[in-house]
């Protein structure tokens, strides 16, 4: 009796095991490997350490490739998607979870991503920027994100469900739609294969952004606001996940002590088991909104400050910059009361 | 005999001139000399963007902000290209080793505190420096066509 106890309970660990090492698996086949590289091309893995990219190189979650002027690389993703970074790019690989399903998730917060989907295994990944969040099914799609958060997405084949402000619409081949820091997704339009000049289309969003610094600050400090509504939404959920983990393992022990092993496993089974899978999946979920908001505030707010500084620098009293800085203040504000908390030090790199 | 008596203490000098020399070099960083910090903004005041650009370290900080990419750095100098008198006539009035305790210089944000921690480059000073245009604090570090690099930038200082 005793024998067969032990065999039952060394399956279980077994199995729990196994489960484990295949989440893990299936997370690490989520990464991407670089299979070109041109120009200045750099792998931030984070925690101050960045370094060139070389071809054959992975890039891991939470791990990104920055472009440079001239730079360029080419990544491919389990032999069946090909993600083509541009010049001038911050791309990044993350993950969220949906439904309690793990979601891969590719940021572009600045420059310009071409995704090629041909087979995906799994649930679909979203593609984020700034603006948005859009969804796919086997697709070429190209991303491209403006200095003042704005982006712009291009189908070339397949299907987009692009995202913001609780809006969705949905892109088929050869459309495209822009979508605006804080807005809804703009109406949709054709396009022409080879007809769109990003460069261009990311001038004028600049401009219209040096010309009135104030509003562009104001949509970025909307979008900022619904990214910290989130961020609020889900931290009281994942603490209460955390403090009622602990309360069930303690009673696990105690259930042990007082009962015996199976009844220990069996209250894991029940209880416990479930209530990991759920704390884990807040945690995921609140680092990816708390992700998305640094990375608005770090390259995007950034930015802009970097190009109003050096443009007033000798009127550093102009109503435009001065009415911009309460804006930029203001975000900055809410970044360390309410998205410092929620990342560690090695996501503030 | 005498004349190979000369010959052997002036070797022997020589030897302990470079000795002393290198061993100054090697013991003294680029970036805490200010001749060579004098040179950098001398380098930065002629005000190509370009090379400008090649003479800052990236990731750099401007003022509170961790700036990422190369573009960046081209943009802030094509930005103050135009600017005369930036970094010109000046004043170093202090130069010290950027330890992890001076983020608080440039802004007293975690976003700092853990660049100043973990992404500021080996032997990176902080610059106190006054110019035409008023108060700079700079970072710098390393050497790069005889000059440090800069890092970090905050002013003028209000």
Not at chain 1, 66 to 78: C, D, S
Not at chain 1, 79 to 107: C, H, K, N, W
Not at chain 1, 116 to 136: C, D, H, M, N
Not at chain 1, 139 to 160: K, Q
Request: aromatic share 10%; proline share 4%.
């Amino acid at each position: 009796m005793k024998r067969k106890r032990i065999l039952k309970n060394f399956i279980f660990s077994w199995t729990v095991i196994i489960l484990l090492g295949m989440v893990i698996l299936s997370a690490g086949a989520q990464d991407a490997t670089v299979v070109y590289t041109e120009g200045d091309v750099d792998i931030d893995h984070g925690y101050g350490s960045r370094e060139l990219a070389l071809i054959g190189d992975p890039l891991q979650n939470g791990e990104s490739i920055i472009t440079g002027p001239v730079g360029f690389a080419e990544l491919e993703r389990n032999t069946s998607t090909t993600i083509t970074v541009e010049p001038d790019t911050i791309f990044t690989l993350e993950q969220t979870v949906e439904d309690g399903e793990e979601r891969s998730v590719m940021r572009c917060t600045l420059g310009s991503v071409a995704y090629r989907f041909q087979q995906i295994r799994g649930k679909e990944p979203y593609l984020v920027t700034p603006s948005a969040v859009a969804g796919i099914r086997g697709t070429e799609v190209i991303v491209t994100t403006a200095d003042d958060g704005s982006s712009l997405f291009i189908v070339e084949s397949g299907t987009v469900e692009v995202e913001a402000e609780d809006s969705r619409v949905v892109l088929e081949a050869e459309e495209g739609v822009e979508v605006r820091p804080g807005e809804r997704p703009g109406e949709k339009f054709e396009v022409q294969r080879g007809g769109i000049d990003f460069s261009e289309w990311r001038e004028a969003r600049r401009e219209e952004f040096i010309e009135d610094p104030v509003s562009s600050a104001l949509a970025l400090e909307r979008r900022f606001s619904g990214l910290i509504r989130k961020v609020e939404e889900l931290a009281p959920v994942y603490a209460e996940n955390k403090r009622w983990l602990e309360h069930e393992r303690e009673l696990m022990k105690k259930i042990e002590l007082e009962k015996g092993t199976d009844a220990k496993w069996e209250y894991y089974r029940e209880k416990v088991y479930p209530l990991e899978v759920d704390t884990h999946n807040a945690f995921i979920t609140l680092r990816y909104w708390a992700k998305s908001a640094f990375s608005l505030r770090r390259f995007v707010l950034g930015r802009m400050y970097l190009s109003l500084k050096t443009s007033y620098i000798e009127n550093l009293q102009d109503p435009k910059f001065v009415e911009f800085l309460e804006v930029y203040r203001r975000i900055l504000a809410g970044y360390e009361d309410k998205v410092v908390p929620r990342l560690k030090d090695g996501d503030l790199i | 005999m005498i004349f190979r008596n000369i010959i052997r203490m002036a070797c022997a000098g020589a030897v302990l001139c470079s000795f002393l020399l290198f061993s100054g070099c090697a013991t003294v960083p680029v970036s805490e000399k200010p001749a060579r910090v004098e040179s950098l903004l001398a380098r930065l005041e002629q005000g190509d963007a370009e090379s400008n650009t090649r003479l800052t370290h990236v990731p750099f900080v401007l003022d509170g902000e961790i700036m990422a990419t190369r573009k960046d750095a081209r943009l802030m100098w094509e930005n103050l290209a135009g600017i005369s008198g930036l970094f010109s006539d000046p004043e170093i009035e202090r130069i010290y080793p950027a330890g992890p305790e001076e983020y608080g210089k440039f802004a007293g944000t975690a976003d700092m505190r853990v660049f100043f921690d973990r992404a500021l480059p080996e032997n990176t000073t902080v610059v106190e420096v006054e110019t035409s245009f008023g108060s700079f604090l700079l970072l710098v570090s390393g050497k790069r066509f005889g000059v440090p690099v800069l890092v970090g930038l905050k002013g003028p200082v209000q």
